[in-house]
């Protein structure tokens, strides 16, 4: 059952240093057909100001389980809490934004037209100047008041990008928008993320390129048919495995699967 909405985040103290819980996933479980487990039992949670991975093969249910934070399917079972929120509330759904995996934007607006409508959205307005800045910076200088239709495949991502950059969210939720962007776009959002982590925001970030999470994710979380089967920080899984890509084949090749 989710919790009331306004229960605080949930605190804990690790050294000498307080740790708040901005996603707080319990016991998450879901089925589509009513038959099958998509998600069983998934909990995990993402601390203020981190950077969390989440890796698995195809259809181990990283975007189902992204749609149940996002309420995008109804939870059926658990508990997701926003910020101390409950998942469907508006005070949670004001804490998140979710970039996801295809590449849908409104075509009919430029990117300009869609940044405002976000800020409308988020009531937050929109930084035009920032979002002009980072247009030039990931090399899309002049394009902002262009339709986002004329936008190529990567343009269109690192568009998903700056929208994130610019509403700067509590938590940024990533499924797999890297994808397709070139390497000196992927360098700026890496460094963008960081920032991000910095100012105290938190990204939950779905990707198969774990050299990526090497280099970003404070912990990576593996979730594989639905289970989760391990939730490290990332020097740990390192110092342990010698790579996330090992930890994974390692966990796929097992008799334990
Ligand atoms: N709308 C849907 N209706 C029925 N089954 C679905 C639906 N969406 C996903 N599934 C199934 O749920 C399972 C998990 O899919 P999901 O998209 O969550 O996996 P994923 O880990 O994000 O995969 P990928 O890495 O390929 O994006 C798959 O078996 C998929 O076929």
Same mark, same amino acid.
């Given at each position: ?18 740790? #708040? ?6 016991? #998450? ?22 950077? #969390? ?49 295809? !590449? ?57 990008? #700056? ?18 962007? !070139? ?34 994710? !404070? ?12 939730? $490290?920080?990332?020097? $740990? ?12 084949? !390692? ?7």
């Amino acid at each position: 059952m989710p919790g009331r909405p306004g229960t605080p985040a949930r605190r804990t103290r690790r050294r000498n240093e307080v740790t #708040v819980t901005l996603l707080d996933i319990r016991n #998450v479980s879901y089925s589509y057909d009513g038959t099958v487990n998509v998600l069983a039992d998934v909990s995990l949670s993402v601390e203020e100001g981190t950077i #969390v991975g989440l890796v698995g093969p195809n259809g181990s249910g990283k975007s189902t389980l992204i749609k149940n934070i996002f309420d995008l399917v109804r939870l059926q079972s658990g508990s997701l809490r926003v910020g101390g929120h409950e998942h469907a509330s508006p005070e949670a759904k004001a804490q998140g934004m979710y970039l996801s995996s295809n !590449d849908y934007l409104p075509e009919f607006l430029t990117a300009r037209e869609y940044l405002s409508l976000l800020g409308d959205l988020f009531r937050t307005g929109t930084d035009h100047c920032a979002a002009l800045e980072l247009f030039r910076r990931f090399s899309m200088e002049g394009r902002y008041d262009h339709l986002i239709e004329d936008y190529s495949h990567g343009m269109r991502k690192k568009t998903q990008l #700056v929208s994130a950059l610019v509403m700067r969210r509590p938590l940024t939720v990533i499924d797999e928008t890297l994808n397709g962007i !070139d390497l000196e776009a992927l360098h700026l959002s890496e460094r963008e993320f960081r920032r991000l982590r910095d100012e105290g925001r938190s990204i939950l970030l779905c990707t198969h390129d774990f050299a990526v999470l090497e280099r970003l994710a !404070d912990r990576v979380v593996f979730l594989d048919l639905g289970h989760v089967v391990s939730d $490290e920080p990332t020097h $740990e899984l390192i110092a342990e495995h010698g790579s996330v890509a090992t930890m994974v084949f !390692d966990h796929l090749g097992s008799d334990e699967r």
